[in-house]
């Protein structure tokens, strides 16, 4: 029987499933269970043609599992019965010292909770998920794979905030970066697409989903990204702020007497598109355009312009994109977003090809004009696979070419 990976992607309240063949990279089933801890949950599962939903309460993580457990039975699929090679667990942030896919053991565990005030919203619920996955699957090497891993080694003068010495390191206070499974498995994939050696490339990747986040690679190694210390600097995003002012904070907290916790509340989740506009999904935001709601409008127009920037920036960064790569969401699935992001650019050597931007498709593609010196391409993500890959490669029952 093939070999394969349960990845698990533990959130506050939801915990997003996928099972796969590392090797082929086929999808035997993927599910979510949302609204956990809810009168009623939200659980899906697909699996080949079957498409299963629930609506019963799930209490907690561990029963989310269960409910994924039963879900895969119904689908036909016995987790007992699968070759299961690994649990993958999306980690958001590794820390200082944490790069490489590691196997869970009770030690990463401890270690995993000391850096939970580094990503107080995204870690804790990544450890429940571990601690409840290694119950339900306990004879099952888990594998931790950190969204942080891919920029620690980003360039000092990217990686480094211009504060006070003494205090960044004693808080282990530094530019991190997220996303970067994404933005490794799309970079790689680029490279395939255009038949050209990763190590001569300099790419710029665009992730722009709910959240969103911007990388400048060189020869396959990031030296610059939009996240910082916490997924919130950078881009605009769904309900996300982006870069403000720190003063705001100080301002909010003087002069309107709110909370830290209130205004890290407003800054993660009334913020960005959603903030701005009332809305996160870019479809429902086209539509309000077109109807003459000007709050939309602002949004999509602040949205843009912070993405030409960083767009802007990179291009510095780098002296030129060879590559530049849409892919999540929004950068799959949005021919506007990917016009108005890059229009004008000829100049840097950047032009669309409007047929084959605004096409329907799917997979991987070229949208740059024929001739145009920088390739624009729109690759879908695939996380769950580059996670998948990652725990057989650090198991050694992978594919072995890392
Ligand atoms: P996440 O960060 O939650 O993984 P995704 O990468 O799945 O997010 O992106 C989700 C977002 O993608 C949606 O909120 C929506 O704005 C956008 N999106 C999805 N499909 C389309 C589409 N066909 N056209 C425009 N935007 C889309």
Redo the contacts with the bound molecule.
């Keep these: 029987m093939t070999q394969s990976v349960l990845v698990l992607n533990s959130g506050s309240s939801s915990v997003k499933f996928q099972l796969l063949e590392p090797d082929s990279g086929r999808s035997l089933a993927e599910g979510i269970v949302e609204r956990i801890g809810e009168g009623s949950s939200a659980a899906a599962l697909t699996a080949g043609t079957t498409h299963l939903e629930r609506n019963d309460p799930v209490a907690d993580h561990a029963a989310a599992l269960r409910t994924m457990a039963s879900l895969l039975e119904e689908a036909g699929i016995r987790l007992a019965d699968q070759d299961l090679l690994a649990v993958g667990h999306r980690v958001v942030h590794g820390g200082p010292d944490l790069h490489r896919p590691t196997p869970v053991d009770d030690a990463l565990l401890d270690r995993l909770r000391e850096l939970a005030p580094l990503a107080p919203l995204h870690n804790p619920p990544a450890i429940l998920g571990i601690e409840v996955g290694r119950e339900a699957l306990p004879d099952v090497p888990h594998v931790a794979v950190f969204d942080t891993a891919f920029f620690s080694d980003l360039p000092a003068s990217a990686a480094t905030y211009a504060i006070d010495r003494d205090v960044a390191e004693r808080y282990r206070i530094r530019r991190y970066g997220f996303h970067g499974t994404s933005h490794q498995y799309v970079s790689e994939q680029a490279a395939v697409f255009l038949d050209r050696p990763l190590t001569s490339l300099r790419q710029i990747v665009l992730h722009l989903?709910?959240?969103a986040s911007a990388s400048a690679i060189v020869g396959g190694r990031p030296v610059d990204t939009s996240m910082g210390l916490t997924p919130m600097e950078g881009l605009v995003m769904?309900t996300r702020s982006g870069d403000i002012d720190p003063g705001i904070i100080f301002y909010l907290n003087r002069t309107a007497g709110m909370e830290v916790g209130d205004i890290e509340s407003m800054l993660n989740r009334r913020s960005g598109v959603r903030g701005l506009g009332g809305e996160?999904?870019?479809?429902v935001l086209h539509q309000r355009i077109e109807s003459g709601d000007e709050a939309a409008r602002l949004a999509y127009d602040v949205y843009i312009h912070r993405l030409r920037k960083y767009i802007g920036a990179y291009l510095a960064v780098l002296g030129g994109a060879d590559v530049i790569t849409f892919t999540?969401?929004?950068g799959e699935?949005?021919p506007a977003v990917r016009r108005d992001a890059l229009s004008g650019l000829g100049v840097f050597g950047i032009e669309l090809d409007e047929h084959l931007n605004e096409s329907p498709a799917s997979g991987a593609r070229r949208i740059s004009a024929e001739g145009a010196p920088t390739a624009v391409l729109v690759i879908p993500t695939d996380e769950e696979l580059a996670i998948a890959r990652a725990c057989a490669d650090v198991l050694g029952g992978g594919r072995g070419d890392g």
């Design positions: 989903g709910n959240g769904g996160v999904d870019f479809r999540a969401g929004v699935n949005d």
